[in-house]
């Protein structure tokens, strides 16, 4: 696999970050709200990788397993 470009890099960073900040959000949540803005953050996850042409397996083995790095946070 080639390196990373240190702009790949950084959107990988903010992307990760974001994400994480996102989990922690629904997580303070009370426990009966969060399955609800589990579904919205995949809806709009969904609508970006649309909004960007990403197409494909990886989109979607990257959504599948973004959302599940979420919703690990609420099991932790």
């Given at each position: 696999?080639?390196?990373?470009?240190?702009?790949?890099?950084?959107?990988?960073?903010?992307?990760?970050?974001?994400?994480?900040?996102?989990?922690?959000?629904?997580?303070?949540?009370?426990?009966?709200?969060?399955?609800?803005?589990?579904a919205?953050?995949?809806?709009?996850?969904?609508?970006?990788?649309?909004?960007?042409?990403?197409?494909?397996?990886?989109?979607?083995?990257?959504?599948?397993?973004?959302?599940?790095?979420?919703?690990?946070?609420?099991?932790?």
């Open positions: 696999m080639d390196e990373l470009t240190r702009e790949q890099e950084e959107a990988v960073a903010a992307t990760v970050g974001a994400i994480q900040r996102i989990a922690m959000a629904i997580v303070a949540l009370p426990k009966e709200e969060r399955a609800v803005h589990y919205l953050v995949r809806r709009q996850f969904e609508a970006a990788i649309t909004e960007f042409a990403i197409e494909g397996a990886m989109a979607h083995a990257w959504l599948n397993s973004t959302m599940i790095g979420i919703q690990i946070c609420d099991r932790n």
